[in-house]
């Protein structure tokens, strides 16, 4: 069965920065996609960026890029997400999720398997 677990949200103060880790289990194949997504209080769950597992290739959100960085380690079947110069704006509920998919795509729609989520808040 696969499962996904993330853990490393928490309360961090404008500017600080936390990281997100998800493990990754029940997965027998390479070629698919990582992402991250969030949603905040009252909004719709967002894209955040995704990785190709295999490849290490990349997509972030505008809203994130040069604050956020995700990387994967195969060895662990680890996917991290390093968030740097928070803002109040990044309080989010941040989920972990998965794609048998070559291509990233920033779809809610379109990922197959998710994780439970950790809350990340940030304040001003």
């Known amino acids: 069965q696969v499962q996904l677990v993330e853990s490393g949200g928490g309360l961090v103060q404008a500017g600080g920065s936390l990281r997100l880790s998800c493990a990754v289990s029940?997965?027998?194949?390479?070629?698919?996609?990582m992402a991250w997504f969030r949603q905040g209080p009252g909004k719709d769950r967002e894209f955040v960026v995704g990785?190709?597992?295999?490849?290490?290739?990349?997509r972030y959100a505008d809203s994130v890029k040069g604050r956020f960085t995700i990387s994967a380690d195969n060895a662990k079947n680890t996917v991290y997400l390093q968030m740097n110069t928070l803002k109040p704006e990044d309080t989010a509920d941040y989920y972990c999720?998965?794609?048998?998919?070559?291509?990233?795509?920033?779809?809610?729609?379109?990922?197959?398997?998710w994780g439970q989520g950790t809350q990340v808040t940030v304040s001003s």
């Open positions: 999720a998965a794609l048998r998919s070559t291509y990233i795509v920033g779809g809610v729609n379109e990922y197959t398997f």
């Open positions: 029940g997965l027998g194949f390479s070629e698919y996609v």
């Open positions: 990785i190709s597992w295999s490849g290490g290739r990349t």
